[in-house]
C-alpha cells in the first residue's frame, strides 16, 4: 500500500534529520512572524475561501503534473487570483517536492500549509525552521491519540497550526480526541489512491462550527465547490486541476469568485 512506501521513506528522513541535530548542523529556527492559517480561513465570506497546491507530481499521476512549475511564477498567479493560502507539497520522492518550494512560495504573504508526511516530532522541528503557517498530520498515521495530540502540541509551541486530514469515523474521533480545530476531509484514499467525492458528503454531517473544516482531493469545477460549500465546507483545498491547468489564472480566478 502506498502509506506504507511513504512511511519508509520517512523513516530514512527522520533519520538523517536527527544526524544533523546530533552533528550540531540542525538549521535555526524561524523567527519571524507567522500569519495564522486558522484565523486567516474562517471568516471568508466574499469568496471562496481557495487553498491553491503547489504540487509538481503525485503517485496518480507518475508521468507529473507540471513537473518544471516554478514556485516563483505559480506563486505570483495564486497570490493574483486572490486564494486565501497556498499549500506546498515537500515530500520528494513521490510527489517531487522540496522545502525550497515552501521557503519561496512563503514571500508572498499568504498562510502557507506545508503537506507532508509527518509522523515524528523532528519533522515538526525542522518544520519550524522555515515561514510555514500550518502543517499537515494524517490521523491514520498514527497509533494512538496520545502520539497525534503530542504533535499538534509541539506544533503549537512554535505557532504553526495543525491541519488534522481524516478520511473516516475512526479518523474523526481520534482527532477530536487529539483536541485538533482544524479538520481536512481528504476524497481520495491514500491507500488506495482512489477518489470518492462522497467522503466528504458523508463526513459533512459532522462538521463544528467551532472548527475549520477544509475539504481536498477531487474538485475540479465551481459546481463541486458550491455543492460542497452548501454541506456546510469553510475552506477547499485544490491541487491537481490547477496545476495541469494550461490557464491556471483563469480556472483560480473562476473557483475564487464562485459564490459572488
Given at each position: ?42 471568516h471568508i465570506t466574499d469568496k471562496a475561501a481557495i487553498i491553491a497546491e503547489f504540487k509538481k507530481s503525485s503517485p496518480s499521476s507518475p508521468e507529473g ?34 522545502m525550497s518550494d515552501l521557503e519561496t512560495i512563503a514571500n508572498f504573504d499568504l498562510p502557507v500549509l506545508r503537506k507532508d508526511f509527518l509522523i515524528d ?140
Amino acid at each position: 500500500m502506498f502509506l506504507n512506501k511513504i512511511i519508509l521513506e520517512k523513516k530514512k528522513e527522520i533519520e538523517y534529520l536527527n544526524t544533523l541535530k546530533q552533528n550540531g548542523v540542525f538549521p535555526n529556527e524561524y523567527k519571524g512572524e507567522r500569519i495564522p492559517f486558522k484565523n486567516s480561513l474562517k471568516h471568508i465570506t466574499d469568496k471562496a475561501a481557495i487553498i491553491a497546491e503547489f504540487k509538481k507530481s503525485s503517485p496518480s499521476s507518475p508521468e507529473g503534473i507540471d513537473l518544471h512549475a516554478s514556485p516563483l511564477d505559480v506563486g505570483i498567479s495564486y497570490k493574483n487570483a486572490g486564494v486565501c493560502a497556498i499549500s506546498v507539497l515537500t515530500e520528494q520522492r513521490y510527489f517531487k517536492g522540496n522545502m525550497s518550494d515552501l521557503e519561496t512560495i512563503a514571500n508572498f504573504d499568504l498562510p502557507v500549509l506545508r503537506k507532508d508526511f509527518l509522523i515524528d516530532k523532528i519533522q515538526i522541528e525542522y518544520t519550524a525552521c522555515f515561514n510555514a503557517s500550518s502543517l499537515l498530520l494524517i490521523a491514520r498515521l498514527f497509533e494512538s491519540v496520545s502520539s497525534l495530540t503530542d504533535m499538534i502540541s509541539i506544533a503549537k509551541l512554535y505557532s504553526i497550526d495543525a491541519v488534522v486530514e481524516i478520511f473516516n469515523e475512526r479518523d474523526l474521533d481520534m482527532a477530536r480526541d487529539a483536541k485538533a480545530d482544524i479538520i481536512q476531509v481528504n476524497n481520495r484514499d491514500l491507500d488506495t489512491l482512489i477518489i470518492d467525492m462522497n467522503t466528504s458528503k458523508r463526513l459533512s454531517k459532522y462538521i463544528d462550527k467551532n472548527e475549520l473544516w477544509i475539504v481536498a482531493s477531487g474538485i475540479e469545477n465551481t459546481h463541486q465547490i458550491l455543492e460542497l460549500k452548501s454541506y456546510g465546507f469553510d475552506s477547499f483545498l485544490i491541487g491537481s486541476s490547477i496545476m495541469s491547468s494550461k490557464d491556471k489564472n483563469k480556472l483560480l480566478n473562476d473557483f475564487v469568485n464562485c459564490l459572488g
